[in-house]
Nanobody, 124 residues
Framework: QVQLAESGGGLVQAGGSLRLSCAGS????????MGWFRQAPGNKREFVAV????????SYADSVRGRFTISRDNAKNTVYLQMNSLKPEETAVYYC?????????????????WGRGTQVTVSS
């Protein structure tokens, strides 16, 4: 069982930056691929970024590539999402998730554990 808790959300102006953190429990944290997803009101949850268990592989949604960076510190059981040049349309609840496979998958149904989310609001 893995428990995840996101933090770092808040209100930021367009063009600003935020760094999200996701703290996980469990001694096998490094074995999980960790993903970030987001869901805006009335929209489906969408993939944002993923990192493999070792941190050696990363993948991003086209819409955030070059602006967002996913990283992890397995010694701290934490994964991060650095978000730069934020846009108002990126206002959403951001979720982190853990996949037992360890492989950097984009499919939300591949994930086994989810956090409760953190709100990110980007004002124009």
């Amino acid at each position: 069982q893995v428990q995840l808790a996101e933090s770092g959300g808040g209100l930021v102006q367009a063009g600003g930056s935020l760094r999200l953190s996701c703290a996980g429990s469990g001694r096998t944290f490094s074995g999980y691929a960790m993903g970030w997803f987001r869901q805006a009101p009335g929209n489906k949850r969408e993939f944002v970024a993923v990192i493999s268990g070792s941190g050696g592989m990363r993948s991003y949604a086209d819409s955030v590539r070059g602006r967002f960076t996913i990283s992890r510190d397995n010694a701290k059981n934490t994964v991060y999402l650095q978000m730069n040049s934020l846009k108002p349309e990126e206002t959403a609840v951001y979720y982190c998730a853990a996949a037992k496979t360890g492989w950097p998958t984009r499919g939300e149904y591949d994930y086994d554990y989810w956090g409760r989310g953190t709100q990110v609001t980007v004002s124009s």
